[in-house]
């Protein structure tokens, strides 16, 4: 069983920036695809952004390319989002998400994932 936990959620202006990580607990990610989903209140659960292990390939939703970076860690303890240019439309809860297998096919659904974090909630202010 792979525990995650996120961190370094909050209240940001629109405009800034946030970094999120994800941590597993007793090992690293050295090879798990990574990914980060958000979920709106009352809707499902979006694809954000992956890490992928075998390439080192980052993968990324139309809606936050070019404000969004995805890295690991060299120790591969971590994966950060990094957040820049926040908009109001990305105030949501962020999960990320982790896989020890997968075919780049399922990288961008939540069911190809196993383990799953709590959840950190991102709000973003006019």
């Known amino acids: 069983q792979v525990q995650l936990v996120e961190s370094g959620g909050g209240l940001v202006q629109a405009g800034g920036s946030l970094r999120l990580s994800c941590a597993a607990s007793g090992r690293t990610f050295s090879r798990y695809d990574v990914g980060w989903f958000r979920q709106y209140s009352g809707k499902e659960r979006e694809f954000v952004a992956a890490f992928r292990w075998n390439n080192g390939q980052a993968y990324y939703a139309d809606s936050v390319k070019g404000r969004f970076a995805v890295s690991r860690d060299n120790a591969k303890i971590t994966v950060s989002l990094q957040m820049n240019g926040l908009k109001p439309e990305d105030t949501a809860v962020y999960y990320c998400?982790?896989?020890?297998?997968?075919?780049?096919?399922?990288?961008?659904?939540?069911?190809?994932?196993?383990?799953w974090g709590q959840g950190t909630q991102v709000t973003v202010s006019l």
């Open positions: 998400a982790a896989r020890s297998s997968g075919i780049l096919s399922t990288l961008r659904l939540t069911s190809g994932y196993a383990y």
